[in-house]
Each structure stands twice: as structure tokens, then as C-alpha cells.
T-cell receptor
């Protein structure tokens, strides 16, 4: 099992650019969770899905952030336009059926916005 | 690898000694708790969990203790090894299928 796959692993962009982070949950899992990790705020849940439907997006910081689950095996997190304060490590985790107590984390994407 | 938190509390332990990592959780109504380990450049990994109807649970070399009276959780690692060096997070679930709430983390540094 390849586990959760995230791409890219590192992204450096300039302020104002659009950034798209990608996540492939574990095969058979239909619930991706997106987290952001920073030194100041720790690990924060942004949004999670179950069966392609967003269940809780209360952690999404603002309208510049959007997330989709176009199919059962893929999710994206988009930031448009990006700002330096968006610099963080973004993790995708997956669970089998939306259960929040059993999540498997991917390796993360380190985003740097200059 | 990714730097999780340069300002995290740090616990330094001699190899072979036992480690105790503490966590104060926020909600007295939380009914499920998990400890995660995060190594540099990786995502958090599940270590052990405990439900609120228990006060102790043991795994392989790890033990979690729960004190609901003072809202305190601890992770004990026996015979600490260099591979245990990581940041450790506690997480709680308030009830049902609500999202995990993570603590700030503690960095464990094992001295060989």
C-alpha cells in the first residue's frame, strides 16, 4: 500500500500566484482531510470530505482557500491568490469512511510564498 | 526536513531511559484521545489511543495514562531509542465524529 500521496512535496511561489496542492488518499479510503501546520498555530484542520462531499470546512481560513474532491481517489487544495502568511506545511490525511478517529497522514507539502 | 516547531517544549532523554511526555487537554467532555509521532519531514503517525472510560492503555513499549480529573494525558516510552526522537502530539475528540483537536506538541530528543 502506497499510503497517502501528496504532490508536490515542496512548492515555492511568489505572492499573488495560484497554488494547487494535490492528495491521493489511501486506496479504498473516501475521506481526505486537509491540515495546515505552522510553528505558531500548530496543526490545524482546514476541511474534510466524505464521499466527495465537504463535511466540515470551518477551518478554511478565508475565501482565497478552496478544496475539492472531484472523484473518490483525488482531492485538491487551492490557494488563490497566495500570500506569504500561507507559508506552511500542508498535510492530507485519509480515513476509510469519514471517521475522524482513524486518519493516516501523508508526507505533506511544504509551501513557501515569497 | 520540515521544521515542525522551533519553539516547542523539548524533552531530552538518555538512550535506554524511560520517557514521559505530558499533555493537558482542553475539553472535559472529550471522549477519545490519540498520541501521534511526527518525525522530521513526515506526517504524524498514530502511536496509541485511549477512550475516556479507561485510565491506562499499553502498547509495545508505550503506555498512555489518562487522568480525567485534571484533564491530563501522558505518554510513557520505555527504553527510549534514538528512533524515538520526534515531535509527539496529543489529540482529542470532543464527541462522536467531531474533528481531532491537536495539542502543540513536545519534541523528544534522545541522547545516544
Amino acid at each position: 500500500d502506497a499510503g497517502v500521496i501528496q504532490s508536490p512535496r515542496h512548492e515555492v511561489t511568489e505572492m499573488g500566484q495560484e497554488v494547487t496542492l494535490r492528495c491521493k488518499p489511501i486506496s479504498g479510503h473516501n475521506s481526505p482531510f486537509w491540515y495546515r501546520q505552522t510553528m505558531m498555530r500548530g496543526l490545524e484542520l482546514l476541511i474534510y470530505f466524505n464521499n466527495n462531499v465537504p463535511i466540515d470546512d470551518s477551518g478554511m481560513p478565508e475565501d482565497r482557500f478552496s478544496a475539492k474532491m472531484p472523484n473518490a481517489s483525488f482531492s485538491t487544495l487551492k490557494i488563490q491568490p497566495s500570500e506569504p502568511r500561507d507559508s506552511a506545511v500542508y498535510f492530507c490525511a485519509s480515513s476509510l469512511d469519514g471517521s475522524t478517529d482513524t486518519q493516516y497522514f501523508g508526507p505533506g507539502t511544504r509551501l513557501t510564498v515569497l | 526536513g520540515e521544521s515542525v516547531g522551533l519553539h516547542l517544549p523539548t524533552l531530552s532523554v538518555q538512550e535506554g531511559d524511560n520517557s514521559i511526555i505530558n499533555c493537558a487537554y482542553s475539553n472535559s467532555a472529550s471522549d477519545y484521545f490519540i498520541w501521534y509521532k511526527q518525525e522530521s519531514g513526515k506526517g504524524p503517525q498514530f502511536i496509541i489511543d485511549i477512550r475516556s472510560n479507561m485510565d491506562k492503555r499499553q502498547g509495545q513499549r508505550v503506555t498512555v495514562l489518562l487522568n480525567k480529573t485534571v484533564k491530563h494525558l501522558s505518554l510513557q516510552i520505555a527504553a527510549t531509542q534514538p528512533g524515538d526522537s520526534a515531535v509527539y502530539f496529543c489529540a482529542e475528540i470532543f464527541s462522536g465524529n467531531t474533528p481531532l483537536v491537536f495539542g502543540k506538541g513536545t519534541r523528544l530528543s534522545v541522547i545516544a
